[in-house]
């Protein structure tokens, strides 16, 4: 089969590989026995072919991603934590409501972290330091970049010390030398997995930092041509600049996303190598190196994943 683009994701105990339309996901359960579900996927984008478009998408790939890595963890849930609590487990699948409220309040949770919060702890250390830190300047958008950059390095930093999710950070390894193998044109297997990178330039925590360096850019360029409120108040006009960087995730996402798909095609590309070389530094958090047993849970989902595509009959 030739080589298509797939893409991962570590949940509880195990690894959710997607395929452009099919998706696996390999969970080991408690009692050692390892089961995989798999899923036909049809992206938005096959039934409105605008939605392909360059820097448009970005934005569609973090949306469904988003969808498809909350069912992942659901199931997974329901999986890994079987017996745990002396019930009987039901099928482990989000309801649309359920979805969606989640969905929202994930949303909710990183726009408070990543743009309300840092836009207002950058003035008020302007305003500490008396210095003219008005959304016209550049390095107002810088310090509100590296303020972003600490609080995702933090909050990492902070959940690594849980053994859960130590574990799957482990898995988030495993599932990075699987596709590298894949990649690579390897046969899927323990022994040609294990020798790869738990690095990997396409990964998501690369991307979010590609959105944010490029978000610096973005609202140095845009935010000098804005009007000013000068009758508003500081506290209202800020609320104003907030509610104009919101719709401007889109197409820094859809950026980043092109960045991140071009590095995947050209990994030696002087420029890209280091446009991606902080998003691999902060991997060294987010993966760790993988048991074979975890390593054989990612494989077990990537093959699901490409059989699935191949439109061959499951066995298991």
Not at 225 to 242: H, M, S, V, W
Not at 293 to 313: H, M, P, T, V
Request: proline share 5%; hydrophobic share 50%; aromatic share 12%.
């Amino acid at each position: 089969m030739a080589k298509i683009s797939v893409g991962g994701q570590a949940v509880i105990e195990g690894v959710m590989m997607r395929a452009p339309n099919a998706l696996a996901i390999a969970v080991r359960k408690p009692s050692g026995e390892v089961v995989v579900k798999e899923d036909v996927w049809r992206s938005l984008a096959q039934r409105y072919k605008f939605l392909k478009w360059p820097l448009i998408r970005g934005s569609v790939v973090l949306i469904e991603t988003l969808i498809n890595g909350l069912q992942a963890l659901s199931f997974s849930a329901s999986q890994a934590l079987e017996g745990e609590k002396g019930g009987v487990k039901e099928e482990g699948k989000l309801s649309s409501w359920t979805l969606g409220l989640v969905m929202a309040a994930a949303f909710g949770i990183g726009i408070l972290f990543f743009i309300v919060l840092p836009h207002y702890l950058t003035g008020f250390l302007g305003y500490f330091f008396q210095q003219d830190l008005g959304v016209e300047s550049l390095y107002f958008h810088l310090i509100d970049g590296i303020i972003k950059v600490l609080f995702l390095i933090g909050y990492i930093y902070l959940i690594s010390f849980m053994q859960d999710i130590q574990r799957i950070f482990q898995y988030h390894g495993a599932e990075h030398k699987c596709i590298y193998t894949y990649e690579a044109g390897e046969e899927l297997t323990l022994g040609n997995a294990r020798k790869y990178s738990t690095l990997h330039p396409r990964c998501g925590t690369a991307f979010l930092l590609i959105v944010f360096f490029i978000s610096i850019v973005f609202f140095s360029v845009i935010f000098p041509f804005l009007p000013k409120f000068p009758t508003l108040g500081q506290g209202l006009t800020n609320l104003i600049y907030i509610g104009i960087k919101l719709p401007l995730i889109f197409p820094i996402a859809g950026l980043a996303y092109e960045v991140i798909k071009l590095s995947g095609k050209k990994p030696d590309h002087p420029a890209l190598k280091i446009i991606i070389a902080p998003g691999l530094w902060l991997q060294r958090m987010t993966t760790k190196p993988p048991t074979d047993d975890q390593i054989e849970i990612a494989l077990r989902a990537l093959q699901g994943a490409l059989r699935l595509e191949s439109g061959q009959k499951t066995v298991l």
